[in-house]
């Protein structure tokens, strides 16, 4: 903080600008330039929401942070505060974390007995407000109509909350991570952040190791490395008795990768570059008894459950995909239903409001795409015939 306070508000901007850092919430959009849109809106009130949702199975370093070193955000949340000129601040934390909300109350409580908050030149404020216990609240547009108190919907976009967001004034909404970051920025410099990772993806990034693996964990590491390097160097290797099938990165919307694909390093242009996402960094491993029919109907099902309903392709897009890969399970799919479900997803993809509908059908394409045989073996004899 001392080092955003030698610093205007346009210089902190310009050294998050010279650190290319991206978001770490899943979208990866650079943040100085969010920043320097609420900075240059004229407005009595702005405020600064850090998005705690973390929703993505097998995703849990938002929550260490909050419980192991919440002063880390409020930090990153003021200096966002103060280079934009909010005033009040919310922490939108997932129902299901507890102990991270006690956790910041606490070091909120702390922080402005300290008189951290405030000082001469501004007044901010904090305040931590308990999520819906929904994934699409995890969305910003969704997630500040639930902060004001509305149902969790997603919005059309523009306008951006950096322009016009909570209330209707201009609202930074970044992930905990992204604000967790900007404290070592400042301290070491726009140049220093610059200097770790790959051309596009500087800094580096907490990749979260689930399932099959030896050793599972929270793990940071600069981009570039590979996927093979994170699953043998951090995770052990398989775990006894399971050999590799898949991995999937990104949460519930993320592609499936098999072995063939171990090698692609863990950036955001690679991973753009093979249609794929690296999320908020979760990396679940499955291996050789994971039924891919199976697995492609849960993450549809999931969307068809998380669906805020707004738009069509997401709302009734999903329960029809669940529906296809339902048939398919009970061996009265055909090999059509292989096309309908190409076409469907092509569809979602263009059409959907928001990346729940538009990604949704990546891990059940991704696992047709590499593992078709287990597809094509559950239709109907009839249509394996044709
Ligand atoms: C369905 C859905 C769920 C999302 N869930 C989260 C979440 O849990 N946490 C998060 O930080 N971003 C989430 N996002 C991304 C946010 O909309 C937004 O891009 C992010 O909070 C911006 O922060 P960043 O710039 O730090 O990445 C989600 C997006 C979608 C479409």
């Not at 370093?61 to 103060?82: H, K, N, S, Y």
């Not at 596009?200 to 693996?213: D, E, K, Y």
């Amino acid at each position: 903080m001392a080092a955003a306070r030698s610093l205007s508000p346009e210089a902190i901007v310009e050294e998050l600008r010279i650190s290319r850092l991206r978001g770490r919430g899943g979208a990866a959009f650079p943040v100085w330039k969010k920043w320097q849109v609420a900075q240059r809106i004229r407005s009595e009130q702005k405020y600064v929401v850090a998005n705690a949702d973390e929703g993505d199975a097998g995703t849990y370093c938002d929550r260490m942070i909050m419980e192991g070193d919440p002063f880390r955000l409020i930090e990153g949340m003021l200096v966002c505060a103060r280079a934009i000129g909010a005033t009040r601040g919310y922490i939108y934390c997932r129902y299901e974390y507890p102990a991270a909300a006690r956790a910041m109350r606490f070091a909120i409580q702390k922080a402005r007995e300290a008189d951290l908050l405030d000082s001469d030149d501004y007044s901010f404020d904090l305040e931590v407000v308990s999520g819906a216990g929904s994934y699409v609240c995890g969305e910003e547009t969704a997630l500040l109509e639930s902060l004001e108190g509305r149902r969790g919907v997603v919005l059309a976009k523009p306008p951006y909350p950096a322009e016009s967001g909570l209330y209707g004034k201009p609202t930074i909404v970044s992930n905990v991570l992204t604000f967790a970051t900007i404290p070592n920025i400042l301290a070491n410099g726009g140049a220093w952040h610059a200097s770790l990772g790959t051309e596009g993806s500087r800094g580096t990034m907490a990749v979260q190791l689930g399932g099959r693996v030896k050793q599972p964990g929270l793990i940071e590491i600069p981009f570039g490395l590979t996927l093979r390097d994170i699953l043998d160097r951090f995770g052990g290797g398989m775990a006894a008795g399971s050999r590799f099938k898949a991995v999937q990165i990104g949460g519930p919307l993320g592609s499936l990768f098999p072995e063939s694909q171990l090698d692609i390093p863990i950036c955001y242009d690679a991973f753009a570059e093979a249609g794929a996402i690296l999320g908020h960094g979760g990396i679940v491993v499955y291996d050789h008894e994971t039924d891919m029919v199976e697995l492609a109907r849960h993450f549809m099902a999931f969307t068809a459950d998380e669906s805020c309903g707004k738009c069509t392709p997401c709302r009734i897009g999903s329960v029809r995909g669940r529906e296809i890969l339902e048939r398919i399970q009970s061996g009265q799919g055909t090999a059509e239903d292989l096309f309908l479900l190409s076409d469907l997803g092509e569809t979602m993809k263009a059409t959907s409001l928001c990346a729940l509908g538009g990604r949704a059908p990546y891990p059940v394409l991704t696992a047709i795409e590499h593992f078709p045989n287990e597809f094509r073996s559950k239709l109907s004899a009839f249509s394996s015939q044709q």
